[in-house]
Nanobody, 128 residues
Framework: QVQLVESGGGLVQAGGSLRLSCAASGRTFGNYAVGWFRQAPGEEREFVAAISGSGGYASYEDSVKGRFTISRDNAKNTVYLQMTSLKPDDTAVYYC?????????????????????WGQGTQVTVSS
């Protein structure tokens, strides 16, 4: 079992930055790939970014490429999402999620059904 807790959300002006954190329980965190998803009001939840267990591989949704960076510190059981050049369209509840995989596996899932563990979400609001 893995428990995930997000933090770092808030209100920011367009063009600003935020860093989200996803803290995980468990002693084998490196055996889990972690993804960030988001859900805007009235919209379906969508993939944002994912990172492999080792941190050596990452993937991004096209609209956030070059603006968001996913990283992880396995010693701290934490995954980060650094968000820069934020836009009002980035406003959403952001969720982190995880699924078990090999530490060196570079294959990253982008469908929410492939993720087994979810956090409760953190609100990000970008004002224009």
């Amino acid at each position: 079992q893995v428990q995930l807790v997000e933090s770092g959300g808030g209100l920011v002006q367009a063009g600003g930055s935020l860093r989200l954190s996803c803290a995980a329980s468990g002693r084998t965190f490196g055996n889990y790939a972690v993804g960030w998803f988001r859900q805007a009001p009235g919209e379906e939840r969508e993939f944002v970014a994912a990172i492999s267990g080792s941190g050596g591989y990452a993937s991004y949704e096209d609209s956030v490429k070059g603006r968001f960076t996913i990283s992880r510190d396995n010693a701290k059981n934490t995954v980060y999402l650094q968000m820069t050049s934020l836009k009002p369209d980035d406003t959403a509840v952001y969720y982190c999620a995880a699924y078990g995989t090999g530490f060196y596996s570079g294959r990253l899932q982008q469908e929410e059904n492939d993720y087994d563990y979810w956090g409760q979400g953190t609100q990000v609001t970008v004002s224009s």
